[in-house]
């Protein structure tokens, strides 16, 4: 890879069926006590829906290369924007992933979580397609459900790892298509979209796009400020790289991005109280866990959980210190991917990121969210953005141009 070229690993949501989470409390935030103005506001495609499945990491990271095609090529009409199909870069990454688990002897992560490196890097070897060629629901469902497709391709690798032949064949790569032909589709070879025929790799080259252009940052003191690693989470499975800045900088790129015209990805921990499934994001200080069922009510609770009794939010104020005490300590975990796309301020002037969720058109803003600055500061793990869209002198910094 290039110099500089490092793509985030961002930290995204693991799967539905993993390990039973306690009961979060209600949340005592309520949409309707905010009203928000918008400071800038950056064009985004429309909210998906990932149901019940763990793809965030993939619905989030292509809605951000949406938006960067966007901006890339000029489109004012919501009618041109693009529509990137999320299941072909998720079955072209099973693929792969099998590929890993098997040369490791099963010692990694094999799940349908991931990160934007794994969305990019995907992009990179095999192209995009368009969602009306390919929407990868081959099973009956009109939205990703993928419980079954899950477990069937886990117990088909662990069985591989077990090497019965004590020789591997050439061939189980294409049991493994063969499982994936049978859930969502085999994946055309060409398409057509607006009358003009494309391969994967040449609609994706159609775009406008240079994908070595993207780079990842966090912000912890467990590695030295202005180097690159990647990050400790299972999900970093092609341990992508971050850039690591002071928490002021890392806060300042996602600012100066907004400001700029350019959107951002995002990666970090839902699982706090204050992330209502209402479209909040505050970091209040009560304790709170994941439930289960669907992504949303794993992170947010389920719709009919009654609300806690209104009170007064207070937030809590992130330092560079507490940010790496909450990821020691596992209470920031890698739950989560969405798309970073405006800045807007409530009634009282308090300042807020605009997010794009990828949970369907929920909640009091129809599924996007406001995160408050101290949720971001605190919450963010990590980010992709545009090398354009960081200030010249944190790119001097790192040694990038």
Known sequence: ??????????????????????????????????????????????????????????????????????????????????????????????????????????????????????????AKRYGLIDQ????????????????????GLKGYVNAIVKNPNRKLTKVWPQGLEGILDAYMGKVPETFEVNGVTYTPESYRDAQGLNLDDYIGFTSYTHHPFYTAFAMEVCDNWRHSLSWNVPLDEFMAI??????????????????????????????????????????QERWVGKAEDKPAEKKAVKEIKVTQELRQQYYDEKTSTDDHGMHLYGIAKDQNGNKYYMIKNSWGETGAFKGLWYMSEDFAKGKTLNIVVNKKAVPKEILKKLGLK
Not at 136 to 151: I, K, W
């Open 1 to 122: 890879m290039k110099k500089g070229i490092l793509v985030s690993a961002l930290v995204l949501s693991v799967s539905l069926f993993g390990a039973m989470a306690q009961q979060r409390p209600a949340s005592p935030v309520k949409a309707s006590d905010y009203q928000f103005t918008v400071v800038k506001e950056n064009p985004i495609t429309s909210v998906k829906n990932q149901s019940r499945s763990g793809t965030c990491w993939c619905f989030s990271a292509l809605s951000f290369l949406e938006s960067e095609v966007i901006k890339a090529k000029g489109l004012k009409d919501p009618a041109q924007y693009p529509d990137f199909s999320e299941m072909y870069i998720v079955r072209k990454s099973y693929l792969d992933r099998a590929v890993q688990f098997v040369r490791m002897d099963g010692h990694m992560n094999f799940a349908v979580g991931s990160d934007f490196g794994d969305a990019i890097e995907t």
């Open 132 to 151: 009306k060629a390919y929407s990868g629901l081959q099973y009956g469902y009109d939205l990703p459900v993928q419980g079954e497709l899950d477990a």
């Open 254 to 295: 996602m600012d100066y991005a907004v400001d700029n015209g350019y959107t951002v990805a995002w990666g970090g921990d839902v699982s706090e109280t204050g992330f209502t499934r209402d479209g909040i994001g505050l970091l209040i200080d009560t304790e709170a866990a994941a439930s289960t069922g669907s992504d």
